[in-house]
């Protein structure tokens, strides 16, 4: 059996699975997730004018959060589209 490298995620992934961290979801909550999953599909692009000083502030804050900050602008922007 060939040995499978995990990067570093993986590997925590990995970690909180053996420990039992994880639950099985099924039924109702697994149709849930995957419609929350669907819902976060990126199937169209955007293009707008913006402040700078507003994508350097996103920016970090996208940082902060260890997330790529146009990932953070469309999960902005989903949230505002699922409040409305």
Do not use: C, P, W
């Not at 507003?54 to 260890?66: P, Q, T």
């Amino acid at each position: 059996m060939k040995k499978v490298k995990l990067d570093a995620e993986e590997k925590q992934i990995m970690s909180a699975i053996e420990r039992d961290e994880f639950e099985i979801v099924t039924g109702k909550e697994l149709r849930e997730v995957a419609d929350s999953i669907a819902a976060r599909k990126r199937d169209q692009s955007l293009t707008i004018r913006v402040n700078s000083n507003d994508i350097r502030r996103i920016k970090k804050l996208a940082v902060s959060k260890g997330i790529a900050y146009q990932s953070y602008l469309s999960e902005l922007i989903h949230r505002v589209a699922m409040a409305a």
